[in-house]
């Protein structure tokens, strides 16, 4: 069965305290990884897309990586704007299915 | 990208009731998708909505359930039928962006069922 696994379910970071949050999926015919930033009262906004392992995406404080069985996003000197929930999903052969998300929270 | 209005935004319902949540896309899409995000749980797949077809309903959920409606290449209704409180979730719309697999979501109609 296609599954996605994000860990950890919360993290508390002080502003400028890199870190990284994990996504392990196990899926019968990836067709991509994206990850997602959801914020309060909102729905997910995209982030980035991964196809192949080894590929590597960056958006400002932001680095996802992708290897056959778990993506990572990196966070580099994070700052309170970038508290939200972070989800992560997998395309298979017909849809996307998400894993449950790590809310992290930055304190200055 | 395309922009997503969902309404309502929130609502408090009767169990035994039901509501219809609208989906409205400022461009034409072929593929509209309803998701349901349910407390401390991932978002979950419940149908997907082409225009001039029939829903096409992922494992676990009914159209006399949540029936929905897809009138044209931008507009999209689900209605949760007959709701107890196990109905209170999110409500997502989503489209998939020409070309891609990425998907763009509406900002959710959060319904709580008393």
């Known amino acids: 069965e296609d599954q996605v696994t994000q860990s950890p379910e919360a993290l508390r970071l002080q502003e400028g305290e890199s870190s990284s949050l994990n996504c392990s999926y196990t899926?019968?015919?990836?067709?991509?990884l994206f990850w997602y930033r959801q914020d309060p009262g909102k729905g997910p906004e995209f982030l980035f897309t991964l196809y192949s392992a080894g590929e590597e995406k960056e958006k400002e404080r932001l680095k996802a990586t992708l290897t056959k069985k778990e993506s990572f996003l990196h966070i580099t000197a994070p700052k309170p704007e970038d508290s939200a929930t972070y989800l992560c999903a997998v395309y298979n052969t017909d849809k996307l299915i998400f894993g449950t998300g790590t809310r992290l929270q930055v304190f200055p | 990208s395309a922009v997503i209005s969902q309404k309502p935004s929130r609502d408090i319902c009767q169990r035994g009731t039901s509501l219809t949540i609208q989906c409205q896309v400022d461009s034409q899409v072929t593929m509209m998708f309803w998701y349901r995000q349910q407390p401390g749980q991932s978002l979950t797949l419940i149908a997907t909505a082409n225009q001039g077809s029939e829903a096409t309903y992922e494992s676990g959920f009914v159209i006399d359930k949540f029936p929905i409606s897809r009138p044209n290449l931008t507009f999209s209704t689900l209605t949760v039928s007959n709701m107890s409180p196990e109905d209170s979730s999110i409500y997502l719309c989503?489209?998939?962006?020409?070309?891609?697999?990425?998907?763009?979501f509406g900002a959710g109609s959060r319904l709580t069922v008393l």
């Open positions: 989503s489209v998939r962006v020409s070309g891609a697999n990425v998907l763009t």
């Open positions: 899926v019968s015919g990836l067709r991509g």
